[in-house]
């Protein structure tokens, strides 16, 4: 299987920061890269998918980099409902995986 | 829009059966492949099944294969979970998920990500 590591497992940041996440494969998996957000109580939401395609309707300050092993998710400039856990997953083979999250705190 | 709705989720003893099923709505539901994805108290989301489009094909995660069965009613657009011999370890939130392909049979043609997804539902052995 596909080992996904996320870095930092969790962060302290203010509203306008710019945030960045880091996603490592445990082997090449090529764009198959995809980005979800998940607030307390509520489902993961596709945020981007193909490691940098933003999905309909996500707003413009997130944005996602890399390729084979070593991927990004970045917050250009946080605003308060972008608070809430990210999550990488890797489509490249099944099982298709997740890391284990980043927690985005205040 | 898209809609998901999971049901049958509750309380059950180690080693008995439970069976979810997820209402869809909004798509053409026999077009696209459908997946179960669960996510233990505190811990991130696992992928546990997924069904192709016309239901010939499916695909299960090592934890649950032997255990679990997916299976989908295109007539009446819902997908379902049979799932037998439960363990503790399977106590989570039980997500359906849309795939973004159409007429996938294969895993390799299926996206592998989950466009949509459900509002979850809990099961604890």
Same mark, same amino acid.
């Given at each position: 299987?596909?080992?996904?590591?996320?870095s930092?497992s969790?962060?302290?940041?203010s509203? $306008?920061?710019?945030v960045?996440?880091?996603?490592?494969?445990?082997?090449?998996?090529?764009?198959?890269?995809?980005?979800y957000?998940?607030?307390?109580g509520?489902?993961?939401e596709?945020?981007?998918?193909a490691?940098s395609s933003?999905?309909?309707?996500v707003?413009?300050?997130?944005s996602g980099?890399g390729?084979e092993t070593?991927?990004?998710?970045?917050?250009?400039?946080?605003?308060p409902?972008?608070?809430?856990?990210y999550?990488?997953?890797q489509?490249?083979?099944?099982?298709w995986?997740?890391?284990q999250?980043?927690?985005v705190?205040? | 829009?898209?809609?998901?709705?999971?049901? $049958?989720?509750g309380?059950?003893?180690?080693?008995?059966?439970?069976r979810?099923?997820?209402?869809a709505?909004?798509?053409t539901?026999?077009?696209? $492949?459908?997946?179960?994805?669960?996510?233990?108290?505190?811990?991130?989301?696992?992928?546990?099944?997924?069904?192709?489009?016309?239901g010939?094909?499916?695909?299960?995660?090592? =934890?649950?294969?032997?255990?679990?069965?997916? =299976?989908?009613?295109?007539?009446?657009?819902?997908?379902n979970?049979?799932?037998?011999?439960?363990r503790?370890?399977?106590?989570?939130v039980?997500?359906?998920?849309?795939?973004p392909r159409?007429?996938?049979?294969?895993?390799?043609?299926? $996206?592998g990500?989950f466009?949509?997804?459900?509002q979850?539902?809990?099961v604890?052995?």
């Amino acid at each position: 299987d596909i080992q996904m590591t996320q870095s930092p497992s969790s962060l302290s940041a203010s509203v $306008g920061d710019r945030v960045t996440i880091i996603c490592r494969a445990s082997l090449s998996i090529s764009n198959y890269l995809n980005w979800y957000q998940q607030k307390s109580g509520k489902a993961p939401e596709l945020l981007i998918s193909a490691a940098s395609s933003l999905q309909s309707g996500v707003p413009s300050r997130f944005s996602g980099s890399g390729s084979e092993t070593v991927f990004t998710l970045s917050i250009s400039s946080l605003q308060p409902e972008d608070f809430a856990t990210y999550y990488c997953q890797q489509s490249y083979s099944t099982p298709w995986t997740f890391g284990q999250g980043t927690k985005v705190e205040v | 829009q898209v809609q998901l709705v999971e049901s $049958g989720g509750g309380v059950v003893q180690p080693g008995r059966p439970l069976r979810l099923s997820c209402a869809a709505s909004g798509f053409t539901f026999s077009d696209y $492949g459908l997946h179960w994805v669960r996510q233990a108290p505190g811990k991130g989301p696992e992928w546990v099944a997924v069904i192709s489009y016309d239901g010939s094909r499916k695909y299960y995660a090592d =934890s649950v294969k032997g255990r679990f069965t997916i =299976s989908r009613d295109n007539s009446n657009n819902t997908l379902n979970l049979q799932m037998d011999s439960l363990r503790a370890e399977d106590t989570a939130v039980y997500y359906c998920a849309k795939d973004p392909r159409r007429y996938c049979i294969s895993s390799s043609c299926m $996206g592998g990500y989950f466009e949509d997804w459900g509002q979850g539902t809990l099961v604890t052995v």
